[in-house]
């Protein structure tokens, strides 16, 4: 089944391409596209954070990944299917993350630690809820940690 999504917004990042870690800290902005007013994110700011859907959009077509690999092709992790891993050569392209909401600014939505670049399409905007979070201890395979280990620090400037 062929799905069509439009761009709600775009997003104002200081990162031109993708890279693998220090994101944090880092704020970017989302702007919302034209037939969106201030109106539709009226209340946001009442929420801490906000999970952020968004495309992948430098993502060539013909490097999807559709079976395992290892992460961050590094042969020290364990080949995992797509679908365990959170890499961004994945089928739809869709990526997704939880950011810290900064501010309003009309139609400009002002977030901490998302993780996508200047430009990209963000596909929709859901604020977080405790009660949609996990409800029992999250587990994970240790080399995960090993990748994230500088993936939420902040960046020598």
């Known amino acids: 089944m062929e799905v069509t999504v439009r761009a709600i917004g775009y997003v104002e990042g200081i990162r031109p391409h993708a890279e693998d870690d220090f994101w944090g800290g880092e704020e970017a902005v989302i702007s919302l596209t ?87 399409p963000v596909l929709d905007l859901k604020p977080v809820m405790r009660e949609f979070l996990p409800r029992q201890a999250v587990q994970q395979p240790a080399w995960t940690h090993e990748l994230m280990r500088e993936y939420w620090l902040t960046r020598e400037r």
Request: aromatic residues 6%; charged residues 25%; glycine residues 10%.
């Open 34 to 120: 034209e037939g969106y007013s201030a109106e539709a994110l009226q209340g946001l700011d009442g929420f801490s954070h906000v999970e952020v859907l968004f495309l992948f959009h430098e993502v060539d077509p013909a490097k999807i990944v559709h079976g395992a690999r290892h992460p961050r092709n590094n042969p020290e992790w364990p080949a995992v299917g797509i679908f365990a891993q959170r890499g961004k050569n994945r089928p739809n392209r869709i990526g997704s993350t939880i950011c810290r909401v900064i501010r309003l600014e009309g139609t400009r939505l002002v977030v901490a630690e998302l993780d996508a670049i200047n430009g990209t």
